[in-house]
């Protein structure tokens, strides 16, 4: 009987143990986590936050769904790897040995490097133990500070608003996401969230935060200003959480580096998710995600991988659809951006791949706060962004995931004497009809 | 902040309340759960996305709710063929 052990009890790790169990009905599957709230979404948490969904729509697998799952938990923190007695030690609650293993441990929000940032009442977005701190927080709080980039500094903006706290939302240079939206879309959202009563502070660094006994009562910026608040909300980039492999030897940049079986550089070790960093075409770069859906997809292929069923984990182009004040927003593939200093690393529910400049022209069309934004490459189209209106949000995504050839439209495109969007949803109806009956109007 | 202007368009309730059924779309779904919260006869759509398949309980008004609400433009409405199977 083969002994697996998975470290993470989030999507990858989850989806890992569920490919293990479909290819090898008799193993024994382990799987240890120190979130004693265990497999919940983490996008829904922005939803829990600003009270769209109550707490307990977070957890999506029932009783049944473990119990077919049929799979031992470990409750604990993973203390040291070591892959040559292929041993995983837990600290007080022992060790295990493995046959294979997979690290699904997912990543961490980057701590505030500043003075004061360990007073009680900062707060970060990572696990459901934070978002009910932020929820708890809120209720007493009449003011806040975010600060951070992405969409997660959005969302605790929001969350925020929703809950009737005065949000002041502190950027160091002079517009929203520059690594992702160009100085249009960042004005869109940055009207939008005025509009909203949020209080938006530009070319403003945070150099300290200010307490009362023990708790956050201020914060102070670079030019000497006070903003007095109650709650500090932080976004300013994820990490992969590399101490276990960086310990155990394995080969990590910014993730731990895996082939296209998800294996890592050491033998019978294997990464998804969050933590790993894998090969993208498109870019040609090994890059770092910090989303749902390649977390599933690369912890399913790593468990099919795991059992000896070898199975390629194709990265397919970075896709995310998300809130910005209010906006629907579709990213897709490629875009390359500016210089972010909001940001240290990527923020949660974002892919560095979209951040990369390739070689293509960049088109544009903007109505109101509807706005699309094409990178066209020389055959194929390398990335959209569809803000407002999403008629083109499906069309675009399988464009681009499917590598269209877009030869027949793209002199079209270029002179633009037709409409983008007519265009691109004429040559998207013809090239994938199965897909007709979706659309409706 | 309410004035999300999401996917709403794709299903109109005349459009939805004809034959078909709620389909959702592959790698969107996040599992946030606001369609199965949101469903008036509590369908756990959210179930059906994360199994990439189609909303077909006989009890489904096709109300076209959690089209709406959904914030990815996960779920879209399928027109059944009369002769079965979907367009
Ligand atoms: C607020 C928020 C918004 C998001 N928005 C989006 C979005 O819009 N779209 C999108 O696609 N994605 C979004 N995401 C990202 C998405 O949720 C993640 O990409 C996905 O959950 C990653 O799954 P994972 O299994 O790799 O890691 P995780 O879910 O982070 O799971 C890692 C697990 O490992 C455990 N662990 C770590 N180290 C150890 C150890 N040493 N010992 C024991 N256990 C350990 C942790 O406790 C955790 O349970 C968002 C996430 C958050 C938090």
Same mark, same amino acid.
């Given at each position: ?18 490919a ?10 382990t ?15 922005? @939803? ?12 999506? @697998? ?8 049929n799979?031992?938990?470990?409750? !604990? ?86 809950? &009737? ?11 929203y ?12 959202v ?8 949020v ?22 910026t ?48 294997f ?5 790993a ?7 040609? =770069? ?13 912890g @399913?292929?790593a468990?099919?991988n ?19 004040? !209010? ?21 949660? !529910? ?28 020389? &055959? ?9 209106? =999403? ?30 969007? &007519? ?5 998207? =109806? ?12 | ?58 009890h ?28």
């Open positions: 009987m083969n002994r697996y052990v998975i470290v993470g009890t989030g999507v990858a790790g989850v989806s890992a143990a569920q293990i169990r479909a290819t090898d009905p008799a193993a024994e599957i799987l240890v986590s120190e979130d004693p709230h265990g497999f919940y979404s983490r996008p829904g948490l922005a @939803y829990y936050l600003s009270g769209e969904i109550p707490d307990k729509q977070l957890w999506l @697998y029932a009783k049944e769904d473990w119990q077919r799952l799979v031992r938990f470990v409750a !604990g923190r993973a203390t040291r790897l070591l892959p040559g007695e292929h041993r995983l030690e837990l600290g007080p609650a022992g060790a295990l040995t493995y046959d294979r293993l997979l690290l699904a441990v997912g990543a961490k929000a980057v701590r505030l490097p500043v003075p004061g940032a360990d007073l009680d009442g900062v707060a970060y977005l990572d696990t459901f133990e934070d978002a009910r701190r932020l929820v708890a927080l809120a209720r007493r709080a009449r003011s806040a500070v975010v600060v951070g980039g992405g969409i997660t500094s959005l969302e605790l903006t929001e969350g925020l608003a929703a809950r &009737k706290v005065r949000v002041h939302y502190l950027l160091r240079g002079d517009r996401w520059p690594a992702v939206l160009d100085e249009t879309e960042s004005r869109l940055e009207h939008r969230l005025v509009e909203d009563g209080h938006l502070h530009y070319n403003t660094e945070l150099v300290e935060v200010l307490g009362r006994r023990g708790r956050v009562a201020a914060i102070r670079e030019k000497g200003e006070i903003i007095p608040c109650d709650l500090l909300a932080v976004a300013i980039g994820t990490r992969a959480r590399l101490e276990l492999a960086q310990q155990a030897g394995l080969e990590t940049q910014r993730g731990i580096l895996v082939n296209e079986q998800m294996a890592s550089s050491v033998p019978d070790v990464a998804a998710g969050d933590c960093q894998v090969f993208d075409p498109l870019t040609g =770069q090994w890059v770092m995600e910090t989303l749902w859906n390649p977390a599933r997809w690369q @399913y292929a468990g099919l795991m059992t000896g069923y070898e199975t390629k984990y194709h990265h397919r182009p970075s896709f995310n659809v998300t809130r910005l004040a !209010g906006l629907t927003v579709t990213i897709i593939g490629s875009l390359g951006g500016s210089r972010d200093d909001d940001l240290l690393t990527i923020a949660r !529910g974002e892919s560095e791949a979209w951040r990369f400049g390739l070689e293509g022209v960049t088109l544009y069309q903007t109505a109101d706060v509807n706005r699309l934004r094409l990178v066209v490459g020389q &055959k194929t189209l390398l990335g959209a962004l569809v803000m407002g209106d =999403q008629t083109l949000s499906i069309p675009l995504q399988e464009l681009i995931t499917d590598q269209t050839d877009i030869t027949p439209i793209r002199e079209q495109l270029l002179r633009a004497d037709v409409p983008l969007d &007519k265009l691109i949803f004429n040559f998207w =109806q013809a090239t994938h009809p199965r897909q007709r009956g979706d659309q409706h109007g | 902040m309410g004035k999300s202007d999401s996917f709403p368009k794709v299903a109109s309730r005349q459009e939805v309340l004809a034959a078909g059924h709620i389909v959702p779309a592959e790698g969107r779904c996040i599992q946030c759960g606001i369609c199965s919260f949101n469903c008036p006869i509590g369908i756990d759509v959210r179930r059906h996305a994360w199994l990439g398949e189609p909303v077909v309980e006989a489904c008004l096709t109300c076209g709710e959690c089209v709406r609400r959904c914030p990815r433009g996960v779920l879209h409405f399928e027109q059944l063929k009369i002769f079965g199977g979907s367009s």
